[in-house]
């Protein structure tokens, strides 16, 4: 009940100052616009166009501030263009004027002018017929007696006297009183998107831009590691096994010629190498496509990882459903990496893995007893995991102060 009421105090708030605020704006614009593109042709236009601009800038700044306050969502600045270091004052005047995002706030402080005039009137007509309404038992006894004044339970032939005008505006006071928050919060809504489609619609979409590019660069370098990482196993592994194997058969082949028992121990310890590569290369492969995640699911392969960790893993997983191939590639090489690190060097003696679905994102939780320290700093070993989450437009947090515990929390949207 007092959210709501702090919900309804900060609606009325905005729309009773919006209405002084955007008459205000519509003002000042309208004189600066007029006299500005008509003294434009004698250049004095110019400078009182761009103070102009200027103004509009600064009364959008205000409204965005209070658009966060009923939206209650970060919304972002626009970057306005700035004339260059050196530049002459002509380059200076007519930089605002070559901003698209300047004419935007001028729009703004027109249309928002009649939004605002219809905001207020229904506000201060809800909350002055709640009031008059629901306060008429106190001072209804005095107009219902006044001679000769008809009330309108009278007029539409409800009958006259208090106790008749008490129940009739008490009841429309209670009808105005229950539908008060929804009113005022609806147009205290419909004025704050207006605001935010005009004030800070572009910088949206331009931070959305920005966030797409970083996810590509991010989905790159991610590549880029991985496979600069599998091409080091490969290196440092299987290829040397493969060599080694090789000159073990080519042994082989010349011993089998003149010591055929010696020749058999060779062999023997070839076919044991060719089994270490071969273990070996299914390790790397689980790294590149885990057949199990793409057969059967999240579920399965995050238990083989659990059962493969050298650190005991409490596993809770909490969905059963198929998702599309990139989240659970995330979610699965995310566990992965975590456990690794958890077995490299958290020296942690258990650990926990749990996933669920809130809404449109899976919810992955890794944390361990060990001794802390983790951060996604370039060059450490959660580096990967903050790309792997970018590409997919999700977030992560890393909590491990030195000492421990840590806790990984990714949000993955799967919607």
């Known amino acids: 009940m007092r959210r709501l009421l702090r919900r309804l105090t900060a609606d009325t708030t905005y729309l009773l100052l919006g209405l002084p605020l955007a008459l205000i704006a519509f003002c000042l614009l309208s004189v600066g616009l007029s006299a500005g593109v008509g003294l434009v042709v004698v250049w004095i236009g110019v400078p009182l166009l761009a103070l102009t601009l200027l103004g509009a800038r600064g009364l959008g700044d205000i409204e965005r501030v209070r658009v966060r306050g009923v939206l209650d969502k970060p919304l972002s600045r626009p ?40 905001t207020f009137c229904v506000a201060v007509t809800w909350w002055a017929a709640t009031a008059f309404g629901l306060l008429y038992p106190l001072y209804g006894w005095i107009t219902s007696n006044i001679p000769g004044n008809q009330q309108l339970p009278e007029l539409i032939g409800l009958g006259s006297g208090y106790v008749v005008d008490t129940a009739f505006y008490f009841f429309l006071g209670l009808v105005f009183a229950v539908t008060l928050v929804p009113v005022i919060r609806g147009c205290a809504v419909m004025q704050a998107s207006l605001g935010r489609a005009l004030l800070t619609g ?45 000159m073990e058969l080519s042994r082989a082949q010349r011993e089998l010629q003149r010591d055929a028992s010696a020749a058999h121990d060779t062999i023997g310890q070839a076919i044991t190498a060719t089994r270490e590569t071969l273990d070996e ?30 650190v005991p893993v409490e596993l809770d997983v909490q969905v059963a459903e198929r998702f599309p191939a990139l989240v659970e590639n995330t979610v699965y090489f995310l566990t992965a990496e975590a456990l690794t690190n958890v077995a490299k060097h958290s020296r942690a003696t258990s650990c926990s893995v749990t996933l669920t679905r809130i809404g449109d994102s899976l919810l992955l939780t890794i944390g361990d007893d060990g001794v802390g320290g983790a951060h996604v700093a370039k060059g450490h070993g959660l580096a990967g995991l903050a790309d792997r989450v970018r590409v997919v437009e999700g977030e992560l947090t890393v909590n491990s102060p030195a000492g421990g515990p840590t806790l990984i929390v990714a949000e993955v949207p799967c919607g």
Do not use: K, M
């Open 202 to 246: 572009v910088a949206e979409l331009h931070e959305r831009i920005e966030g797409l590019t970083e996810g590509r660069n991010a989905a790159v370098h991610a590549e880029a590691d991985a496979l600069r990482r599998l091409e080091r196993d490969i290196h440092d592994g299987p290829q040397q096994r493969l060599v080694h194997l090789a």
């Open 281 to 310: 290369l299914r390790a790397l492969s689980r790294g590149i496509a885990p057949p199990i995640l793409a057969d059967r699911g999240l579920a399965p392969a995050l238990a083989a990882l659990a059962g493969r960790c050298t």
């Open 79 to 118: 970057r306005y263009p700035e004339a260059p270091a050196g530049a002459g004052w002509v380059r200076r005047v007519v930089t605002p004027l070559l901003s698209g995002q300047s004419w935007l706030d001028v729009l703004h402080g027109f249309v928002v002018f009649p939004v605002a005039t219809l």
